[in-house]
């Protein structure tokens, strides 16, 4: 999803554009999307699981039964979700997040946990040693790549251990995070932290605006060759690392990209492609919203006491062919504005950058 400060950025340009516009057709393209409250019932199928904030990513857990999601917004934190129950656990509240920082595990300058945690993009997955590690992206106190272990208990409920970080560099200003076995990562940047409205307006009418960092141990930071784009969005690594799928969110497309040398190895358009996860099945499943850029900065002016809803669709793409389908597509309640999907067994759990749930939506392989 967007960063915070290029929302912020953007909702000043919405606003500034419908002051100007005279034209019925102008005012039509930039008017906020209709909001309205939504139950947490079920609608034709979905459930919603509720009173939640800002669920912006979801990913997989060491147990099958678990799923892990990051709060974007305050109150923050990141939490456990049981699939069987639909029952959430705080895994970084005080008397729960054990805090105990391991050699390999980030920036050695990284010592101690961030103030609070404003947490975007979700990676997951298992380390070479075997341990599951879970990075999350940062926003609580300073600009970072937080690194958890998630240790399985005796309940079988994994549990997760605050292990290291890595901060930004000075005009670092992240959004989605792919881990790499070396310990490193790669983080999409969709503008510089101080890049003005011009940026963003630039980004709209064709101009790159953002790359993605790759971080290495002891080595730090460097450019991501060829993923100079308009507005990187989400990222994901191919198994065996070769491989890097980048979603641009403001020029409509995911962009493969080979990890050594840079070259683009192909594209396909998807409207405003936001995180994608991998399936069960090992195909790319992608968040694509179907409203316009000023909707979409608008809706970020609601709160998260109720969901927005924008419309949107859950893309899976295979990576190999990169033909693509639409899984499912919502438009209206009981949620909109979907930025990231987990399938278990024949459900997608969908997250949001606003609002106050995760939904399940039914769906067929």
Not at 25 to 54: Q, R, Y
Not at 118 to 127: A, K, Q
Not at 217 to 232: D, K, L, M, V
Not at 329 to 358: E, F, H, K, N, Q
């Amino acid at each position: 999803m967007m960063t915070l400060r290029y929302i912020t950025r953007l909702k000043f340009c919405s606003v500034r554009l419908r002051a100007l516009c005279g034209a019925a057709l102008l005012c039509a393209l930039v008017l906020p999307w209709p909001i309205s409250a939504a139950p947490c019932d079920p609608v034709d199928g979905i459930e919603s699981i509720c009173s939640v904030v800002a669920p912006e990513d979801v990913v997989r857990s060491p147990s099958a039964q678990h799923l892990v999601f990051g709060q974007m917004a305050a109150p923050g934190g990141l939490f456990l979700l049981d699939t069987r129950d639909d029952a959430v656990y705080d895994l970084t509240s005080p008397d729960a997040l054990q805090v105990e920082a391991l050699a390999g595990w980030g920036d050695p300058a990284c010592a101690a946990p961030p103030p609070e945690w404003l947490l975007h993009g979700l990676d997951s997955g298992v380390r070479p040693d075997g341990s599951w590690q879970l990075l999350a992206v940062n926003h609580g106190g300073r600009e970072s790549v937080e690194f958890f272990e998630l240790e399985p208990t005796e309940e079988g409920s994994p549990r997760a251990i605050w292990r290291g970080c890595v901060e930004a560099p000075r005009d670092g200003n992240f959004n989605d995070v792919a881990a790499l076995s070396d310990g490193g990562f790669v983080v999409s940047q969709p503008t510089a932290a101080d890049a003005g409205m011009g940026t963003a307006l630039l980004a709209i009418l064709g101009v790159d605006s953002g790359f993605v960092h790759r971080w290495r141990p002891g080595r730090g930071f460097s450019e991501q060759p060829g993923t100079r784009g308009r507005f990187p969005n989400g990222v994901a690594v191919s198994p065996d690392e070769n491989t890097l799928y980048m979603n641009e969110y403001i020029a409509g497309r995911l962009r493969v990209v080979d990890m050594t040398t840079g070259d683009r190895l192909g594209e396909i358009e998807i409207d405003k492609p936001d995180n994608s996860n991998w399936s069960q099945d090992g195909k790319l499943l992608v968040a694509s919203h179907k409203a316009g850029i000023f909707e979409v900065a608008d809706s970020l002016e609601q709160g998260n006491e109720e969901p927005s809803l924008l419309p949107f669709a859950i893309v899976e793409v295979d990576p190999q062919t990169l033909v693509s389908r639409e899984l499912v597509a919502l438009d209206g309640p009981p949620m909109g504005a979907g930025t990231a999907a987990v399938d278990v067994g024949s459900v997608l759990y969908v997250g949001s950058y606003v609002g106050d749930r995760i939904i399940k939506i039914p769906f067929t392989r």
